[in-house]
């Protein structure tokens, strides 16, 4: 897997769902709108 830091915060939602899924954060997963809008705001 490779990293990439990028200035802007464009999420890729079934990326995001890839990583914590393979990250075994699934209970993170049940709303994923509440999940990539809270990994926004604290991008923010």
């Given amino acids: 897997m490779n990293i ?16 914590y899924n ?3 954060w699934s209970s993170y997963t049940d709303k994923p709108q509440s999940l990539i809008r809270g990994i926004k705001e ?3």
């Fill in 42 to 44: 604290s991008l923010s």
């Fill in 22 to 24: 393979d990250a075994k």
């Fill in 4 to 19: 990439i830091f990028k200035e802007d915060k464009d999420l890729n939602p079934k990326e995001v769902l890839k990583l």
